[in-house]
């Protein structure tokens, strides 16, 4: 069973995530260091470009948009050394790689659905094989603790 902490930091996540713009996707990244937030972090496009859903096609979304790892990586301006990322969706490739440069040491995520795992299995693993040579630990949080923690904060 997962720590209260860990399902804190998780819950913020998904309140960052619907921070997003993205009408497809929102992920949501929150790092932080002795139980206190380092960084919090949304997918969307950079600061001071225009984000209208009605101006660009999927593929020019993909190439101006930056993950939710990476806006939290910048906007903590500070060493990450030591730190855990707490990410509403497994990090791709190229954020694996900055989370591995960074020093943060934890990936929490949720377990991924079959149906995201057959959409992004083959990046997925690209990842969880970087972490693994890096010695980055991945916690996998079982979707049933999230599920009973969500279903007893609303009674």
């Known amino acids: 069973m997962m720590s209260k902490w860990v399902h804190r930091f998780y819950q913020m996540a998904e309140l960052v995530s619907s921070w997003s713009k993205d009408p497809s996707t929102q992920v949501g990244a929150v790092i932080a260091k002795q139980n206190r937030i380092v960084s919090v972090g949304f997918n969307g496009y950079p600061h001071g470009i225009s ?6 096609d999927r593929d020019m979304k993909y ?24 990410v509403t969706h497994f990090p791709c490739p190229n954020c694996a ?6 020093g943060i040491t934890t990936v929490y995520c949720p377990e991924q659905s079959t149906d995201f795992l057959s ?15 890096a010695g980055v630990q991945v916690c996998w949080i079982p979707l049933i603790e999230l599920n009973n923690r969500t279903e007893s904060n609303t009674r």
Not at 63 to 82: S, Y
Not at 97 to 102: E, L, V
């Open 63 to 86: 190439l101006k948009t930056l993950h939710a790892e990476e806006n939290a990586i910048l906007f903590a301006k500070r060493d990450l050394d030591g730190c855990e990322i707490y």
């Open 97 to 102: 790689a900055k989370i591995i440069q960074t």
């Open 51 to 56: 984000d209208s859903v009605d101006i660009d």
């Open 119 to 133: 959409r992004w299995g083959d990046k997925i693993q690209v990842s969880q094989d970087m972490f693994n040579q």
